[in-house]
């Protein structure tokens, strides 16, 4: 992902540049940073810009466009960057289209954050005033009327960038002036509705996984009426099976004892029977 962010100074680009930078493991690269670095390491580009700078001229922009070229071909910046500090000019924004070309990249979203120039005048001189009243030293940079300047100098050199970017369809305006968690959930919206991004893994696996457990919860839940009846079915049978064997129980022991009594019965029928065929045969023999 390769963005830019656009907006005045105090619109909170380098809050949110800082919050981007978390989120999607890319870098923030500040051209003043990357200028100081180069210089420090040596670099062909480096002692270039040393060398303006230590006239006192300022960096041109084939040089800058060189030190972007420099860094953005290191490991770090591979997933991505965010441009702060540049471009600053349509002339620079023209020489960075051309170099993202020559090295087969595209710049993926322009974020523009607008916002009330009064109201960030307002905000410094409240700031100010208050620091003065707790005894506060106040930056020489961070007085309304240095921000005065600045804006005026945005209005004039970078401002144009917002129709060069618009034209190509790379520009999505977002209004600076909300809370910093809702600007930065704004920019999220935006860089997923250009396709500059996707959803992380466990963002996407968290996405497929949940329509999956709602489905799986109320599987269960549909299970549940239709497992306690079959529970309730069961415990049925069973208790008509406990019946029938209570019922049944007397019924077979009832059965039993009468089949027994009839036994016993005959047997005293058969004996009796018997004795009195004997006594008869007794009384006959003695008749004779």
């Known amino acids: 992902m390769r ?30 940073e990357m200028l100081r670095a180069a210089v ?5 580009v480096g002692l270039k810009a040393k060398e303006i700078m230590a006239s006192g001229g300022l960096v041109p922009d084939e040089v800058v466009v060189g030190i972007i070229s420099d860094r953005i071909d290191q490991p770090d910046a591979r997933n991505g960057f965010i441009l702060d500090g540049f471009p600053r000019t349509v002339p620079q924004a023209e020489a960075l289209d051309e170099l993202l070309k020559q090295k087969h990249l595209k710049l993926d979203a322009v974020i523009e954050l607008r916002v009330n120039e009064s109201a960030l005048l ?13 005894g506060e030293e106040v930056r020489v940079d961070d007085t309304p009327e240095v921000l005065t300047k600045r804006l005026a100098s945005y209005r004039s050199q970078t401002e144009p960038l917002i129709h060069y970017y618009s034209e190509r369809r790379k520009l999505s305006t977002i209004d600076g002036m909300m809370a910093i968690d809702e600007v930065t959930r704004a920019i999220h919206r935006q860089l997923l509705a250009l396709g500059a991004v996707e959803p992380k893994t466990h963002s996407r696996s968290a996405a497929k996984t949940a329509p999956a457990k709602k489905a799986k919860a109320a599987k269960k839940s549909a299970e549940k009426p239709a497992k306690a009846a079959k529970k309730a079915t069961k415990s049925a049978k069973a208790a008509k099976k406990t019946v029938k064997k209570a019922v049944k129980g007397p019924k077979k022991a009832a059965k039993k004892t009468a089949k027994k009594a009839a036994k016993t019965t005959a047997r005293k029928a058969v004996k009796k029977g018997a004795k009195k065929s004997a006594k008869k045969v007794t009384k006959k023999r003695a008749k004779r």
């Open 122 to 134: 307002n905000r410094v001189e409240t700031r100010v005033a208050q620091m003065r009243e707790r």
């Open 3 to 32: 963005i830019i962010l656009l907006g005045p100074p105090g619109s909170g680009k380098g809050t949110q540049a800082q919050l981007l930078v978390q989120r999607y493991g890319i870098v923030q690269l500040s051209t003043g």
């Open 40 to 44: 420090a390491a040596g670099t062909p």
